[in-house]
């Protein structure tokens, strides 16, 4: 993490130096020094780094490390208070008129730090770091780039065990030890390459092992080797163990030559070794895309039937083995909680699943299994542990209390930390600060994928690159996390895009600890936590005092967020803002708070504010003074008129503003934008407006046009004389990618015919108001993913115009109809998914034909009040998995019951079918086919 920190103010000093030069007025070429020497040492950072995370080097190397990183942080807290002093000079000169020059002279003196003292700390900061880089040259480190130097047979010893585990230990593989060994002993007789991938601590070793060693296995090849790779390997090596392995595995000996045979011969070697026999191989534990390359023509293809097994943690390096259709990927997913349940009492009882745990520990036993959410390596440990002790209860409630504790201090418990820890090691420095940034949130908690995405761009993570916004950028990070099966996926779209994330609950405590250690962050849970003053970053999770305000005089904090929080007065936001002057992200998502002080606006740091799911309802005029704003996010707020000096915001790119009266499972009802000032226009870098109102007609759609960078736009009481200049503001947002319109009223037509030329990247398109057909445009975006109508209210049949819409997966149709027939025709809809037909109240027929539909997963319907038989074909519909159906009568229900209703034979094959029924209000009661008899 040193090699993050280091790189991390690096980078946050060259805006100041070629951009911010002004800034820096006395002190710009001292400043071009300590980037200077950084820079240096920087070539060997990563080497100490990585050895002192694994306690690799010796004591006054680690402290040398710190030292490092220390400094780093120490540079960071003075840059940012001389740039926040001269932003403050500045506002000296913005004074009123009124008070004049001596007004203003006096306002300076106020506000004013020495420039000395600034200019002395920067010149013992630069002696320090000379001082540092010198001392670390006793050191012996090594510039290294980053596959380099990963080497410690220590820790890949605890894989080891998973080579010994006896098989009634093993619980939950059957099926996936069965499909594998299908794969290996069946198929075709090319060479066929198997990987199977999945966070680390799952199995994979202990599974594949298993499989290697099954009978069907070792009676089909003739030839078997296991290799272990790891993080570091050199060709040469590898290739001499697996030819030793093969005569190993044949009790042959190896000639002697082999030790002294370099890359090209030992190639020929194993491939002539090999010609013409049917071969199996591991290739257990690969780290690196490279791999399979390299190896890929040592292991000849003669149409033998030969297998290729090789286990990683990353998806990446799965997909970079699948070379043809006979290759195959096997993710391996965690176990179920049964399973977990049976594995952990057959460690710590003896028992099986129908004995199970004593009564007495049923609960107990219950909530640690969970704790480990299917990972048989965390279940194994702890139960591994409390065998070897006295099976008392209390010995289970205290490990369930402190398990997160437990893991990283616990001697029985340190190889699996030090198995799920490879992982965090193995990334590269601007990876590991995204990945500590999940140890900010609770556990258990699945944070929004753009949420997350922007917290990342505001902390400075994100490096942007030529042709590619840092939001790309930002997405290709998560990307490689997930690929390398780190970070989880808990909710995607309707057209596969990441909703939610999250991390397992005891990689969050690895990570936790080290964000600690190394002051990335803390979390704050009370009085008796307590961080340092080199702490970056503060969580406060279900604490109702502020009592982290008092902890500490010095402070470092960059980023202050809030979770599960009942009381946040008023008074303590006035007071954050005046210790922690130096944020740069303030979270108050969901925190209970109605007010924002004027003083937020000398934050000058500031670059994200989230206001969402509070009950705040003004901003102040002092946010205009945030000029390195980029996120402000205001939807479900009670905000909704922002202050003129709001266009001040030049670094602007999220405004987000939304909000609802209330909402059913089909409706939203009184829908609220953000009204605006005017000057929008001048907010050239936002990539998401939503949701405004259209509250300045002709001069908002003027100010639209400037606004060429939006990705997401959503707009609001739009009236229909307007609709023309609307339409020609957005053929200027060639990157638009999401847009929301709705209409004054219900009755208000949206006239958007006038979109000749509409964005082509376009992917979700939402139009609430009334639509006389169809806009010709419509069947020109060949990218929409999703398209949702709302009052349209139209005669003319809308499935014609939609159904060859190339890439629709979710269609939502609310008041959009009149007539009393609508037809899915044969050929149509072909990649549709979820389809949702909501009051429709003419409607007497639906008809689905042969063909349509096809991948159809999920079918909402009602109130269709004159619809009262089941809609025909939906039995064709072989790939839905869920129907559910509002307000329809309890004749229409009745059809379908099980076994007597005449129609259930259309929904038997259906594994949901629901009914809704609106009691009062808002609410809704919930029936299924069962309850119906």
Known sequence: MTEAVVSLVIQNLVPLLVDEATFLSGIHREVAQIKGELESIQSFVRDADAKAEKDAINYGAKTWVNQLREVAYQIEDVMDNYVLYMATEAQCHDCPRVFGTLGRALCRILRLKPQSQMACEIKHIK???????????????????????????????????????????????????????????????????????GMGGLGKTTLVRKVYENHLVTNHFNYQAWITVSQSYKVEDLLRKTLKEFYKARKETPPTEIDQMDETLLIIELREYLKQKRYMVVFDDVWTVEFWALIRHTLPDDGQSSRVLITTRSEYVASSCKESSFDEM???????EEAALELFCKKVFHSDIESGSPSEFKELSGNLVKKCEGLPLAVVAIAGMLSTKRKAKSELQKLESSLGS???????????????????????????????????LPEDYSIRHARLIRLWIAEGFIKGTRGRTMEQVAEEYLAELINRSLVQVSRIDVDGKIRTIRVHDLMREIILSKSEELSFGNVWTGSSSSFDGLTRRLSIHRCNDDSFLKSNRKF??????????????????????????????????????????????????????????????????????????????????????????????????????????????????????????????RLQNLQKLYLVEANHGITLFRELRKLKQLRKLGITKLETPNGKMFCESIALMRHLESLEVCSQSEEEILDLKFLSSPPQHLERLYLKGRLERIPDWIPQ?????????????????????????????????????????????????????????????????LTIEVGALPLLRLLKMGPIPRLDTVPTGIHHLKSLTALRFYDVSKDFALKLLPGVGQDFWVVEHIQTVLFHYQLQGECYRTSTLSDLV
């Open 330 to 336: 096997y993710k391996l997913q965690p176990l179920p």
């Open 556 to 681: 470092g904090i960059r980023s202050l967020s809030i979770f599960d929080v009942d009381n946040f007065p008023s008074s303590v936001l006035c007071a954050l803002t005046k210790v922690f002057k130096l944020l740069k992200v303030l979270d108050l998502d969901g925190a209970p708070t109605d007010f924002i002080p004027e003083e937020v606006g000398d934050l000058f740091h500031l670059r994200y504010i989230s206001l969402r799911n509070t009950k705040t309802k003004k901003l102040p005029k002092s946010i205009g003074k945030l000029h390195n704003l980029q996120t402000l996010d205001l939807k479900c707020s009670f905000v909704h008129e922002l202050p003129g000096e709001i266009n001040r915001l030049l670094n602007l790119q999220y405004l987000i503003g939304y909000s609802y009266e209330y909402e059913t499972d089909f409706s939203i009802s009184s829908q609220r934008g953000l009204k605006l000032k005017q000057g929008l226009g």
């Open 406 to 440: 437990e893991l990283l201090t616990n001697p029985h418990l340190s190889s699996m930390s030090r198995i799920l820890s490879l992982s965090y090691y193995d990334l590269p420095y601007y990876l590991k600060l995204c990945l500590m940034y999940f140890g900010m």
């Open 127 to 197: 002696d320090r770091i000379h001082a540092i880089k010198e001392r670390g040259k006793s050191f012996g480190f090594r510039s290294s780039e980053p596959e380099a130097n990963r080497e410690n047979e220590s820790w890949h010893y605890p894989r080891v065990t998973s080579l010994f585990i006896e098989e009634a230990e093993v619980v939950g593989i059957e099926s996936h030890r069965d499909r594998l060994i299908g794969w290996l002993v069946n198929g075709a007789s090319k060479r066929t390459v198997i990987s199977v991938y």
């Open 781 to 845: 975006l060949k990218n929409l993913v999703t398209v949702s109508l709302m009052w349209s209210r139209m005669i003319i049949d809308p499935l014609s115009i939609l159904q060859n819409l190339p890439t629709l997966s979710e269609l939502v149709l609310q008041e959009a109809f009149l007539g009393e027939e609508l037809v899915f025709q044969a050929t149509g809809f072909q990649k549709l998914k979820i389809l949702k037909l909501y009051d429709m109240n003419t409607l007497m027929t």
